[in-house]
């Protein structure tokens, strides 16, 4: 198992295109000004030495030379030995309403990007739990199968999006059915799902099925993320506003917040509707939540005492630089033996 300490500075491998365009660019640059004021023959004479090769191999050391640079930058690390650690913990499974209902603006800078944001600050203040992402709109899907990778679980949750399911539609059921999947630990006593959605929801909502999950053990807190007063839904290409929905009698269509609907899922789900309009009071509702919860013991095994290796790529750049110093831009005797083109001496 490894680790990248600094991926940005990958960026630096930009310079070697550069550095390869100003070379070529210096070789046509040279081969013309010669071309124009000397003949092939007073080359020759002037600088029977001179070797395309040498510049080629010396360029390809510098280029290699930069590269282990920059690697040594990276600091790329080794894990050495796997360690079973064990944590104390909440299994944390988050449903994401994914519909289009979400892009409205009346949050900024939407309510879908709103929610990630919810979701991820909580998240950040998680010690010892296991997360889950679930997105729905018109069905639901596993984003992220319970994980103890905080930093996973945020790069999926960051890509979601409105196009990730083609039906449309708020399913919420489909979600919490989904959601007792995600509990493989018979032994975790505390189960926890977050429903961030603005509770607009097109089917009627089946009790049974929030009933269900609080048989499996799973408390339901829903997090409102809209305003009451509603706003039209923007359809945007790249970022560029092209228009706003309508129903089927070209009327605009205006999306508010069901913070009623949302409530009623809490309450059968014995858990608490949250108002996500501040994200600080939140993330501190949902860390007084599981707070309070019993913690359950689970191992997982991860890589431990990861070890730098910028080191070695330091001494690669180094014999590098070594090399480059005792290279000569010219045809040293042993390869002049060897008459690898078949040239003919001027000696005779």
């Not at 990630?116 to 997105?135: A, F, P």
């Not at 909502?205 to 839904?233: H, L, N, R």
């Not at 997982?300 to 070890?307: A, E, H, L, R, V």
Request: with cysteine.
């Amino acid at each position: 198992m490894y680790q990248l300490e600094e991926p940005i500075y990958f960026y630096g491998l930009t310079t070697l295109i550069v550095a390869l365009f100003l070379f070529l660019w210096r070789i046509y640059w040279q081969k013309s000004v010669q071309k124009k004021f000397f003949s092939k023959r007073a080359l020759d004479r002037l600088g029977p030495n001179q070797s395309w090769i040498k510049s080629w191999i010396k360029f390809v050391v510098w280029a290699l030379c930069i590269a282990a640079l920059i690697i040594a930058l990276v600091n790329p690390k080794l894990g050495s030995k796997i360690e079973t650690v064990t944590r104390q913990g909440v299994d944390v499974v988050f449903a994401v309403d994914v519909s289009k209902s979400m892009l409205a603006e009346d949050v900024a800078p939407n309510r879908l990007e709103k929610s990630k944001q919810l979701v991820t600050q909580i998240i950040n203040n998680l010690v010892g739990d296991r997360v889950g992402v679930i997105g729905y709109a018109g069905s639901a899907f596993p984003q992220v199968p319970i994980t103890t990778d905080f930093a996973s679980a945020k790069l999926f949750l960051n890509n979601m999006n409105t196009e990730m399911v083609s039906s449309q539609g708020t399913a919420i059921n489909e979600a919490i059915n989904l959601s007792k999947t995600y509990y493989n630990d018979q032994e975790q006593t505390n189960r926890v799902l977050f429903i961030v959605s603005d509770g607009e929801d097109h089917e009627e909502q089946d009790q049974d099925a929030v009933a269900a999950a609080v048989e499996a053990g799973i408390q339901i807190y829903t997090i409102g993320v809209g305003s009451s007063a509603g706003a039209p839904i923007p359809i945007k290409r790249n970022g560029i506003l092209q228009y706003y929905k309508r129903d089927q009698d070209n009327n605009q269509v205006i999306t508010k917040l069901n913070a009623q609907n949302l409530q009623n899922i809490a309450e059968w789900g014995q858990g608490k509707y949250i108002d996500g309009t501040q994200t600080k009071e939140v993330v501190a509702q949902v860390q007084d939540i599981l707070n309070a919860m019993d913690k359950t013991e689970f191992e997982s095994k991860q890589f431990t005492d990861f070890k730098d290796q910028f080191q070695w790529f330091l001494v690669l750049a180094l014999v590098l630089l070594l090399a480059d110093s005792f290279m000569l831009e010219r045809k040293t005797k042993w390869l002049k033996k060897l008459n690898l083109f078949n040239e003919q001496s001027d000696e005779n």
